[in-house]
């Protein structure tokens, strides 16, 4: 299988930013972690901090891939955009919040994205990438 991870705006930042909500690993080194735990799983890793660059992604993946497991950051309460890539794509998409959005700002309670994601995981750190890998897995 081919499952790739999309990370939206400010995730680059992981391991840097606000360590109270996202923690201190770096984004790099939990992926090469999870990767190591599936061999033989195509699993890729793009982020982007420029919403264009994420729908072109989605585009580019969407019709081939066996999963995306996508993190959009912010854009996640505000792209209409990325919810119609999301849309217009074959594969399967996972949403994946680190922090637990619900517990937060409540303008981080909308997503305009998870009517278009086969779910959302969120709230459990880095681990909700795993656990949405599984998901796509099981199909
Ligand atoms: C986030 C939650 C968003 O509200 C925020 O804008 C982020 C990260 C998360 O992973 O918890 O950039 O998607």
Do not use: W
Not at 56 to 69: M, N, Q, R
Not at 86 to 92: D, G, L, M
């Amino acid at each position: 299988s081919n499952i790739i991870i999309i990370n939206g705006p400010n995730l680059n930042l992981l391991g840097v930013r606000e360590k109270g909500i996202y923690g201190d690993l770096e984004f790099s080194t939990y992926f090469e972690t999870l990767r190591a735990s599936y061999p033989g799983l195509g699993l890729s890793y793009f982020q982007s901090n420029h919403e264009g660059a994420i729908i072109d992604k989605i585009h580019e993946v969407g019709f081939s891939a066996d999963g995306i497991v996508l993190n959009a950051g912010a854009y996640t309460h505000t792209s209409l955009a990325i919810a119609d890539a999301i849309a217009a794509v074959t594969t399967p998409v996972v949403e994946v919040h680190i922090s637990n959005v619900y517990a937060r700002e409540p303008f981080r309670h909308h997503s305009y994205l998870a009517k278009n994601c086969k779910g959302v995981i969120c709230g459990f750190g880095l681990d909700g990438y795993r656990l949405a890998v599984e998901s796509l897995l099981k199909g």
